[in-house]
């Protein structure tokens, strides 16, 4: 199993710009969510999803979209990067920790860099 | 929802044991107590959840109070390897824990 694949892993953008981070899980879980972590603190949410075709926000979505077309993907638009959009973000899954019981499964980060 | 609070750091020894506490006052009767720890450049990943009875596996053990007010994860030996940033975060059971967060967690440092 490959678990939580992110793409890319590095990436730098100018201001404006737009691009999608890539999520993909094989371990057929329903939920999944994006995280972002800047220097010095711990994980924020920034929208998760429960399956296919639900979607909702977490803690810190403006500037952000996601959709969930398949139980497999997950990706993370950026509509019009910011600088303060720089950050390392991380892409997780779980079958059941949506029941408290389970664990989350962690991507390995994507790293970007607006200018 | 119920809180966690933790240490900023803590520093530990190579080969001896580390406590690592997490306090969670106001924790209910079906929240779960999970821990996950993030090594320096990667994503998160799970150490060890309990509800109310102590919990090991092959990589920790996990303490909880009696009155479920704190918990404590214990590395028997620590070795340099888990260096990284703790987290204790609490689930609900059958819960919708879908808005899960992670507050700043515990830094341990593991000296050589």
């Known amino acids: 199993n490959a678990g939580v694949t992110q793409t890319p892993k590095f990436q730098v953008l100018k201001t404006g710009q737009s691009m999608t981070l890539q999520c993909a899980q094989d371990m057929n879980h329903e939920y999944m969510s994006w995280y972002r972590q800047d220097p010095g603190m711990g994980l924020r949410l920034i929208h998760y999803s429960v399956g296919a075709g639900i979607t909702d926000q977490g803690e810190v979505p403006n500037g952000y979209n996601v959709s969930r077309s398949t139980t497999e993907d997950f990706p993370l638009r950026l509509l019009s990067a910011a600088p303060s959009q720089t950050s390392v973000y991380f892409c997780?899954?779980?079958?059941?920790?949506?029941?408290?019981?389970?664990?989350?499964?962690f991507g390995e980060g994507s790293r970007l860099t607006v200018l | 929802d119920a809180k966690t609070t933790q240490p900023n750091s803590m520093e530990s020894n190579e080969e001896e044991p580390v406590h690592l506490p997490c306090n969670h006052s106001?924790?209910?009767?079906?929240?779960?107590i999970h821990w996950y720890r993030q090594l320096p450049s990667q994503g998160p990943e799970y150490v060890i959840h309990g509800l109310t009875s102590n919990v090991n596996n092959r990589m920790a053990s996990l303490a909880i109070a009696e009155d479920r007010k704190s918990s404590t994860l214990i590395l028997h030996r620590a070795t340099l390897r888990d260096a990284a940033v703790y987290y204790c975060i609490l689930l609900k059971s059958g819960g919708s824990n879908y808005k899960l967060t992670f507050g700043k967690g515990t830094l341990l440092t593991v000296n050589p």
């Open positions: 106001t924790i209910s009767g079906t929240d779960y």
């Open positions: 997780a899954s779980s079958y059941s920790a949506g029941l408290g019981t389970g664990e989350l499964f």
